[in-house]
């Protein structure tokens, strides 16, 4: 087999060409797992058992603002530097980012990255299991870190806090596209964080992120990735903010936007998590209006 043309680098790649690139001197590997709490699963521990060669593990509860009472939002940019340097990521490597689930927590790692200014960066279609699934090479030894010097430009423009949500939702300046599933976007089903209302933003559409997947896990071809937008009601001509339960998923709808060439995206960081806790915010229940 052979690594497939709609390989990019940027954004997303087979199994086939991380395998022909794995002992790439300038490649580094990522295993950003991470996973609910029913899903009771330990992404540190799977790591240690067992990954992709050479891997290092990105922990997006360590490598988040800890300071913010929200979960897992962006690092501080000196937060981001420490941590990739010691990790021995750094200027002049390509990335390549998996988790444990096929395509979930990988691509808000690689937004992370985005939101940094690194754009050599890519997710792994259809993760971990995939790559076990062909029987390809995994250890269970830690890889050797050598410090590395990264250098990051913050791009502001990926990233949407609560009153630029508010403000875009009111004056519909921006397409909202909320990927959690039906029930939790309609109000019908009990969020899982406590505390939170019901519903979803105010002209928000839902575009639950398993929509964008196949059944083996790997990302829909872009002319699928459009229709499925299409079919939320998106308009793509416009400017998109995406949203979710609390920032991880919302980061899969926005490699797909990138896959389709909608380059005008941003992620709302602090996602339901935020809106569904503050009484003096809209909340709309039911489908899509």
Sequence with gaps: MTPSPADDPKTLVSTDWLAAHLKDPDLRVLDASWYLPDQKRDAKAEYAQG???????????????????????????????????????????????????????AARVWWTFRLMG????????????KWRAEGREIEDMPPVLRDRHITISRQNHLVKDVTQV???????????????????????????????RAGHIPGSRNLPFGTLLQDDGTMKPPADLRAAFEAAGVDLTRPAITTCGSGVTAAVLSLALERIGHR??????????EWGMYEDLKVETGPAA
């Design 118 to 129: 690194k754009t050599d960066v890519a997710v792994l279609d259809g993760g971990l299991p």
């Design 166 to 196: 508010a403000h875009a939702a009111k004056l519909r300046e921006a397409e909202i596209i909320d990927a959690r599933a039906a029930a939790r976007f309609r109000g019908d089903a009990l969020e899982p964080r406590p505390g939170l």
């Design 51 to 105: 990954h992709i060669p050479g891997a290092r593990f990105f922990d997006i509860e360590d490598i988040s603002d800890q300071r913010s009472g929200l979960p897992h939002m962006a690092p501080p940019p000196e937060k981001f530097i420490s941590r990739l340097r010691a990790m021995g990521v750094g200027d002049g490597h390509q990335v390549v980012i998996y988790d444990g689930a096929g395509l979930f927590s």
């Design 264 to 273: 005008n995206h941003a992620l709302y960081d602090g996602s339901w998590a």
